[in-house]
């Protein structure tokens, strides 16, 4: 016969499995090594991203002799005959990168998933993602033999289309068109990988209620899916904004591949750097990067809170 234990032995046995498990006085995950990888980060961070970011507002505020400077330097950059230009340069290529990102990179990402027979899954998420191995500068480099009908493995499209020369494909109004697939090229894969990784944790017992409900792939993916990426897809949007507000590499690089004609001062960042270098004004420097953070910064707002980024489920 065997005989219960006593309420309180069941009590404490319970407690005793709920308690947390202890090293050397410690509860168990927190350790000391933690803690400094953190403060590593922390000061990286703090060396590299907030003192400079703080010293460039100081400097958007001052004139070149240190003294108060109101809103002087903003207004100077702005009344610039570049800034605007530069401006819609960077608009018009944002919008491009931006769409494709969302329709592209979520499509591929759907169809990816889709795929049922495991090596082929794997083989498009490792081809997906090779382009993105390359740095920024390395990229370019690469496209500048691309749109070069002369010297490209697609000069018979680029011919088709009426460009027998380089010039003739990196005319200005091309440019936003084509960094944004210079772009879309080298991080689109590293996107649609984690895409791919927010698809698979979507619960298979929804998915299979769909499908006993009558939903095809596509009605699966639009009513299930797509809903349930909204916060993977504004992340991707927050980045993606901040990083190509950024452009500098591409228009720099092909400015001088192409003797100039491309501008030099075709994007914000680079009439930043020619207010720095070429004019010795880091002050109108400052203002402009200045001006991009607010702007990056109202954006991202708009994503976070259209995408609920930061709800609970």
């Known amino acids: 016969m ?21 090293q050397n006085g410690r509860t168990a995950g927190r350790t000391p090594i933690g803690y400094v990888f953190v403060a590593l980060y922390a000061l990286l961070t703090l ?16 004139n070149a002799n240190g003294g108060f400077a109101g809103i002087t ?17 960077v608009t018009i290529y944002l919008v491009i990168w931006l769409i494709a990102l969302v329709v592209f990179v979520v499509g591929l990402a759907l169809l990816v998933h889709a795929v049922r027979v495991r090596w082929v899954s794997t083989a498009l998420r490792f081809v997906y993602y090779l382009p993105g191995a ?8 690469l496209w500048l033999f691309v749109l070069d009908p002369t010297a490209s493995p697609v000069s018979g499209l680029l011919k088709a289309f009426g460009f ?15 960094f944004a697939i210079i772009a879309f090229w080298t991080g689109a894969g590293g996107w649609i990988v984690i895409m791919y990784g927010a698809l698979n944790n979507i619960s298979t017992e929804v998915i299979e209620a769909a499908r006993v409900d009558g939903a095809n792939a596509v009605q699966t993916a639009i009513h299930i899916q797509l809903p349930m990426l909204r916060k993977w897809i504004a992340y991707m949007g927050v980045m993606s904004l ?23 001062d075709y994007s914000l960042n680079q009439l930043a750097y020619q207010y720095a270098f070429q004019q010795n004004d ?19 707002w708009v994503f976070v ?6 709800e609970k489920e």
């Not at 390359?134 to 480099?141: I, K, M, P």
């Not at 950024?246 to 001088?256: A, D, G, I, K």
């Open 305 to 310: 809170t259209r995408g609920g980024l930061f």
């Open 282 to 300: 880091f002050n109108g420097a400052a203002a402009i990067s200045l001006l991009l953070l607010v702007v990056a910064l109202l954006l991202s």
């Open 134 to 141: 390359l740095a920024g500068a390395s990229s370019v480099l």
């Open 73 to 89: 330097n903003f207004t100077k950059v702005v009344g610039d005959f570049r800034f605007w230009p530069a401006v819609l340069h």
């Open 242 to 264: 901040a990083a190509g507000t950024q452009l500098f590499v591409e228009p720099q690089l092909l400015s001088q591949a192409s003797n100039a004609v491309v501008p030099n």
């Open 164 to 178: 027998n020369s380089f010039v003739a494909v990196i005319q200005p109004g091309h440019l936003p068109a084509i």
């Open 47 to 62: 060396a590299f991203g907030v003192v400079p970011a703080l010293y460039a507002v100081v400097l958007a505020f001052t």
């Open 2 to 22: 065997t005989i219960a234990p006593p309420s309180d032995q069941l009590t404490a046995g319970a407690s005793e499995r709920r308690r947390p498990a202890r």
